[in-house]
């Protein structure tokens, strides 16, 4: 959502203030060099990036479109199920979560959180880790080192979006450059036709360099930074269960080990002591 009220007020202010100094927005309509700027940035950004980079790209503008699924609702979720399957292992032994761990999609304590089923990558995580939790003594600092190359690693897998599309807001202006290079060389056809032909030329080459500028600081630039705020606030869901599940290897209590894990969240989506409290007991 503020994806688009930020691109409305983009447009509103630079074509608003255009029209008010005087200008025609017709002038502005260039379908030849928008499809030449447009379909060059398309196109280097699918040369420059793997397939599954690409993809994640246009999954990631989709949920900057319609709001990032980690939320506070998702974050008091993520602890709740920590809490439920720590208090499981705590009153039943470590071996009483294995079927859990095993077979998520069927166990009774994973279904009753159907967003985190939805996060395949950090379902994954949380499993794994239980997982060697439950079948061996690691010892704390190691297994705390281990999530974090994990989570290191997968830090640079959500930030792979971001960058992608950087790279084609910095290059955005010199394809501006090119269409309006091409504008300039058509126009070089006219200079017999007199001044009026080749002042509208110009003035659609011109338009080139204008789009590209526009479109690269206006909206693809801004884009990369949402999309990696976006990458940020997945991340600190793996954040939040490697100090839940570090905390109860050490010993904690359930809802002391969760308490560590809502302390790793920011602070603008974290819940309050109390109303998590109050989630837990109602899940």
Known sequence: ??????????????????????????VLWQPTEILII????????????????????????????????YNKAFYMDLLSLLYDIFDKSRKQGVMAIEEDIDNPESSQIFSRY???MKSGHLLAFVTDYLRIISSGNMATHELEGMMENEIDS?????????HAVNKIADALPGLGIIAAVLGIVITMNFLSEGPEKIGISVAAALVGTFLGIWMGYG????????????????LKAYECVKASVVATVSGQAPQMAIEFGRKALPTDRRPGFQELNDHVRSK
Not at 1 to 13: D, N, P, Q
Not at 154 to 162: D, G
Not at 219 to 225: A, L, N, Q, Y
């Open 1 to 26: 959502m503020l994806l688009i009220i930020g691109a409305v007020i983009v447009v509103a202010s630079v074509l608003g203030g255009y029209v008010l100094h005087g200008g025609n927005l017709m």
């Open 154 to 162: 997968r830090q640079h897998e959500l930030e792979e979006p971001s």
């Open 38 to 69: 447009g379909g060059a940035a398309v196109g280097s950004f699918v040369i420059a990036n793997p397939m599954h980079t690409v993809k994640e790209v246009f999954r990631g503008i989709m949920r900057l479109l319609t709001g990032s699924p």
């Open 114 to 116: 159907p967003a985190i």
């Open 219 to 234: 909206f693809v630039g801004p884009t990369s930074i949402a999309l990696e705020h976006a990458a940020k606030y997945e």
